[in-house]
T-cell receptor, first 116, second 117 residues
Framework: GAVVSQHPSWVICKSGTSVKIECRSL??????MFWYRQFPKKSLMLMAT?????????EQGVEKDKFLINHASLTLSTLTVTSAHPEDSSFYIC????????????FGPGTRLTVL | AQKITQTQPGMFVQEKEAVTLDCTYD???????LFWYKQPSSGEMIFLIY??????QNATEGRYSLNFQKARKSANLVISASQLGDSAMYFC??????????????FGQGTELSVKP
C-alpha cells in the first residue's frame, strides 16, 4: 500500500525558533500533498494544499509567512513553522494524493510540535 | 455553515455488538466523495471506507459499511461485531468535485468510540 512518512514524529523547541517538518511519500509519486493541523480531541483543519513545482494554496486565515510550505519534488513536501510561539503547539499531519488515484489521501503519522 | 456534521462527540458500544456513527453533509456540488477515517490514540489516520456520490450501492469493507442516504445527505458508518481495537476517534470527511479536481477534504468534528469488554 501507499506509505507516507513524516519527520520528526515529535519536536520540542524554544519560542522564536523555526521548525521544519518533512512529509515523504515512500512508494509513490504525489503531485499534491496537504498539510493539516489538529488540536487535541478536535477535527483536522486543512492549512494548505501543496503542489509539486508551484506555490502552495493556503486556506483562509492561515499565515503564509508563518507556515512556509515547499514541495520541491514528487515525493517530498516540507512545512516550516517560522518564529514558533506556544500557540503554534499542535499536531501537524500531512497527506499525499496518489497521482491518478481517485479514492483516498494517504496520511502520514503526524508530528507533535511543542513550543516552550 | 458546517459542511460535515458529526453530532455524536462520544459513543459507547459493547464488544461484539454493532454501532452506527452518524454523519451528515452539505454540498451543492453534484459530484463528491465521502470518506471515513479512524484515528487511534497514536494519531495516525487510517482510511476505512469511501462512497462516491454516483455510486448506486452502499460501500462495504469487511466489518465496515456505509449507509448512504443521498436525499437526506447522510453517510453513516456502521461497524459490525465491535472489537476492543475499534476504540478510537472516527472522522467523516467530504471531497467536493470530481476526484481529479484538487481533492481537498473537509472533516467533521469526530466521534470518539469506546468499546466495552
Amino acid at each position: 500500500g501507499a506509505v507516507v512518512s513524516q519527520h520528526p514524529s515529535w519536536v520540542i523547541c524554544k519560542s522564536g525558533t523555526s521548525v521544519k517538518i518533512e512529509c515523504r511519500s515512500l512508494d509513490f509519486q504525489a503531485t499534491t500533498m496537504f498539510w493539516y493541523r489538529q488540536f487535541p480531541k478536535k477535527s483536522l483543519m486543512l492549512m494548505a494544499t501543496s503542489n509539486e513545482g508551484s506555490k502552495a494554496t493556503y486556506e483562509q486565515g492561515v499565515e503564509k509567512d508563518k507556515f512556509l510550505i515547499n514541495h520541491a519534488s514528487l515525493t517530498l513536501s516540507t512545512l516550516t513553522v517560522t518564529s514558533a510561539h506556544p500557540e503554534d503547539s499542535s499536531f501537524y499531519i500531512c497527506s499525499a494524493r496518489l497521482a491518478g488515484h481517485y479514492n483516498e489521501q494517504f496520511f502520514g503519522p503526524g508530528t507533535r510540535l511543542t513550543v516552550l | 455553515a458546517q459542511k460535515i456534521t458529526q453530532t455524536q462527540p462520544g459513543m459507547f458500544v459493547q464488544e461484539k455488538e454493532a454501532v452506527t456513527l452518524d454523519c451528515t453533509y452539505d454540498t451543492s456540488d453534484p459530484s463528491y466523495g465521502l470518506f471515513w477515517y479512524k484515528q487511534p490514540s497514536s494519531g495516525e489516520m487510517i482510511f476505512l471506507i469511501y462512497q462516491g456520490s454516483y455510486d448506486q450501492q452502499n460501500a462495504t469493507e469487511g466489518r465496515y459499511s456505509l449507509n448512504f442516504q443521498k436525499a437526506r445527505k447522510s453517510a453513516n458508518l456502521v461497524i459490525s461485531a465491535s472489537q476492543l481495537g475499534d476504540s478510537a476517534m472516527y472522522f467523516c470527511a467530504m471531497r467536493e468535485g470530481e476526484y481529479n479536481q484538487g481533492g481537498k477534504l473537509i472533516f467533521g468534528q469526530g466521534t470518539e468510540l469506546s468499546v466495552k469488554p
